[in-house]
Every structure is written in C-alpha cells, then in structure tokens.
C-alpha cells in the first residue's frame, strides 16, 4: 500500500511541475537589491526547435527591453548579425549588445545512441545540434506594438541567410506569452 500512495504522490508532483512548466512563460521578480520589478519571458519557441525569442524587462530601465534571439540547426547557422521589425510598415531595428558576444551551444542529441524519427530507429554518434544566441535591446513599447498591430514580421541576419517570420500568425509559443508579458509591465 505504501508504494501505491508513493506512486500516486509522485504522478501527482510530476503533473503539477509539467503543468507549472508549460504555463509559466512568463515569471515576475522583485529584485531585493533595489526594489525593481523584472519580467522575463522565458525564451520561447517562434519556429519548433529553429528560432526562438526571449524578453527581459526591467522597472529600472523603463524605456529599453532585452531581447534574446536564438538560432539552432543541425548545421552550422550563421552568427547572428541583426533583427529588425516590421510592424505596420514600420522597419524597427534592434540594438546589439555590443559588450556580450554571441554564445554557441553544442548539444549532443544521441549521446552516441540512437534516435527515431518517423518511425526508423537510427544509431549514429556525434549528432549534435548548433544553437546560436544574441542579445538586442529594443523600445519597451514595441511588445505592445506587435500585439496591436495588424502586420509584424521579423528578420534575423545572419551569416548563412535571412529568416523573415510573420509573428502574428506563425510566432509559435512566443505570440501566446507575449498578452501575458505586456500585461506584467502594465501592472
């Protein structure tokens, strides 16, 4: 019997965890330094396991927003050289944070073992994927921009090529936390 309730106790831990998880894109922070609200959207995916999109916000710095793009591939992406905006035919650029350089992550997918992709089993070692990150800064106002406009796309440059998405109806989980974000700073 004691297992049986240990059994149900951890189903039901690991539920809560999976369901705090997948619903909290969005998290607030008071900063105990300084008494500042921080609001991130935690990185979300705009295309499924491509390009993803992240946002600090900070009471502090009320104009500005810290934007993270990130690019991942199974080959080796570009760096990642700008981001622009187009909302409502305006051409917004982002600003590079000049003093981070851009971070690579490899992450090993196999761990020397296989993998199974539409149903065919593979073993293969050394697969990996590539994942490139940089942080921007853009205006504070421009989140609300994009969910009140009738057009937003964005363009990443990079070495490799140019990835132009239209944010309102492909932004992925990106689009469905930015209402939940914008919110938080208009608290």
């Known amino acids: 019997m004691k297992h049986s309730f240990a059994n149900k106790f951890i189903i039901i831990i690991a539920l809560f965890f999976l369901t705090a998880c997948a619903t909290s894109g969005v998290s607030v922070k008071v900063s105990k330094f300084d008494n500042s609200k921080e609001i991130v959207l935690i990185p979300a995916w705009v295309i499924s396991n491509k390009m993803y999109l992240g946002l600090t916000y900070r009471s502090s710095k009320p104009e500005e927003i ?9 080959n080796n992406t570009g760096n990642i050289q700008g981001v622009f905006f187009n909302i409502n035919g305006e051409i917004i650029s982002a600003i590079p944070v000049e003093n981070l350089k851009q971070t690579e992550k490899n992450i090993d997918l196999t761990n020397g073992n296989c993998y199974t992709y539409a149903g065919v089993t593979t073993c293969q070692s050394g ?17 609300k921009k994009i969910l009140d406009s009738n057009t937003a796309y964005i363009r990443i440059s990079s070495d490799g090529d140019n990835i132009e998405i239209d944010l309102k109806n492909d932004g992925g989980d990106f689009i469905k936390l930015l209402p939940k974000f914008v919110a938080n700073i208009q608290k």
């Open 66 to 74: 810290i934007l993270k793009v990130g690019l991942s591939s199974y």
């Open 127 to 143: 697969m990996s994927q590539v994942r490139k990150e940089r942080l921007f800064i853009i205006p504070a106002s421009l989140p």
